[in-house]
């Protein structure tokens, strides 16, 4: 069992930044793939960005490109999304998930993701 703890959300104003970490349980982190996906009020669950287990390979929606990049640091079981120049649509619940090894993966699909963690706020005013 893999268990996904988010924190790092809040309220920014645009134009500004936040870094949302994710924090991992389970002793074979290093193989995991891993994914942020939101979810906009009204919206379905989107891909925002995902990084293969080694953190060779990155991936990003055409949305936050450029703006947005994603990180992997196995010795501390945790990934990060820093986001820079957050725009008023960048506003969401953000989710954290992992794709253990097993299974195909895809890493902008949410089908591919074995474990979600329980989300965090992001909020950004105009």
């Known amino acids: 069992q893999v268990q996904l703890v988010e924190s790092g959300g809040g309220l920014v104003q645009a134009g500004g930044s936040l870094r949302l970490s994710c924090a991992a349980s389970?002793?074979?982190?290093?193989?995991?793939?891993m994914g942020w996906f939101r979810q906009a009020p009204g919206k379905e669950r989107e891909f925002v960005a995902a990084i293969s287990w080694s953190a060779y390979n990155t991936y990003y929606a055409n949305s936050v490109k450029g703006r947005f990049t994603i990180s992997k640091d196995n010795a501390n079981n945790t990934v990060y999304l820093q986001m820079n120049s957050l725009k008023p649509e960048d506003t969401a619940v953000y989710y954290c998930?992992?794709?253990?090894?097993?299974?195909?993966?895809?890493?902008?699909?949410?089908?591919?993701?074995?474990?979600w963690g329980q989300g965090t706020q992001v909020t950004v005013s105009s």
């Open positions: 998930a992992a794709h253990t090894p097993g299974s195909s993966w895809y890493p902008s699909n949410a089908d591919s993701y074995n474990y």
């Open positions: 389970g002793r074979t982190f290093s193989r995991y793939d």
